[in-house]
């Protein structure tokens, strides 16, 4: 019998059977084994801790205060905190010394003829910088119009970027994401905003600590809850500003408050101290040294203070020392 000859239609047919199995065989080859299919994967478990971390690890999360604090300082090394603590710190210092020198200059022009009125304005404004201070109010700082507005500029600018660096590392601490953040212009405003609270939080405390080291009773406990409530207030509105979103500010405002009327009242003899004898040797260069550190510490105990209200909100404790952490890193 003689062979058909073949038509279009039939080698469509054939097309199209051939292109089903390899298809067929294709989806074959990429299905994945059953022995494959067994959810995701986990991680291995992290051996428990022993010798005396391990006793260490098991009291702190027995005991709730001290399972606090250690659950603050882990969300605050997660969420990177202390570098953002050196940024701060580096350029509160840039804001705050031309700062300093502006008001030096502008009150012996402005308040010349009352020299009891500009030395009581100089005593309760640098005093809050240890050191520094001491060493503009012993020496006049003289200048031009032109030196004291670039001064105030260069610190209006320093002061400003420090705060953004600021409300980056309190929203870090809080996880906030980057698409609920403040834009560009707003976040400015924030900036702004919170700059104003913190001159006027460090001029009432400073005058208030004053009355700490007067030698009286009285009047040194009225000074210290004087400044303990206006560090608190600084405190909790710079994180309310700062923040979006209705959050718990007060139990960290509170703790940092005790913290830095306590810096405040000993932090010129603690820094005064470090230096001695190294003027000398080291000159301008300990002075810098030492005044970024007093920054650093005062950046990091606000900083802290926030990471402090995140882990008592969240409940983000206890936490073992091994083990994935209770937070998410931002």
Not at 85 to 99: D, K, T
Request: with cysteine.
């Amino acid at each position: 019998m003689a062979k058909r000859p073949s038509t279009a239609l039939d080698l469509a047919g054939e097309a199209v059977g051939a292109a089903a199995l390899i298809g067929a065989a294709a989806v074959t080859a990429l299905r994945p084994r059953p022995d494959v299919i067994a959810g995701p994967v986990l991680p291995p478990a992290t051996p428990a801790p022993t010798g005396i971390v391990g006793i260490i690890d098991r009291f702190q999360q027995r005991h709730r205060p001290v399972s606090v604090i250690a659950s603050t300082f882990r969300a605050y090394g997660a969420a990177r905190g202390g570098d953002a603590v050196s940024l701060i710190a580096y350029r509160s210092f840039l804001s705050v010394f031309p700062l300093l020198i502006a008001l030096t200059t502008l009150s012996d022009r402005l308040l010349a003829s009352h020299p009891d009125l500009r030395d009581r304005l100089l005593k309760s404004t640098v005093a809050s910088v240890p050191l520094l201070g001491d060493q503009l109010r012993a020496h006049a700082v003289t200048g031009n119009l032109v030196t004291v507005v670039a001064g105030l500029a260069f610190a209006i600018w320093s002061g400003l970027s420090a705060v953004l660096t600021l409300e980056s590392a309190l929203c870090d601490q809080w996880r906030v994401h980057r698409d609920v953040r403040s834009s560009f212009v707003v976040s400015r405003l924030r900036a702004i905003a919170t700059l104003l609270i913190v001159l006027v939080g460090l001029a009432g405390s400073t005058t208030a600590s004053a009355f700490i080291v007067s030698g009286m009773l009285l009047p040194a406990l009225l000074g210290a809850v004087a400044a303990i409530v206006i560090n608190a207030s600084a405190v909790w509105a710079v994180s309310r500003v700062i923040v979006p979103g209705k959050h718990r500010h007060l139990p960290g405002a509170i703790a940092a408050a005790v913290i830095l009327g306590a810096l405040q009242v000993g932090g010129t003899a603690l820094v005064t101290r470090s230096l001695v004898g190294a003027s000398a040797t080291y000159g301008t260069f300990a002075t810098v040294v030492a005044l970024t550190a007093w920054f650093s510490l005062n950046a990091q105990i606000v900083v802290l203070s926030t990471s402090l209200n995140v882990v008592l909100e969240k409940r983000w404790f206890p936490a073992s020392f091994s083990g994935p952490t209770p937070w998410p890193v931002p």
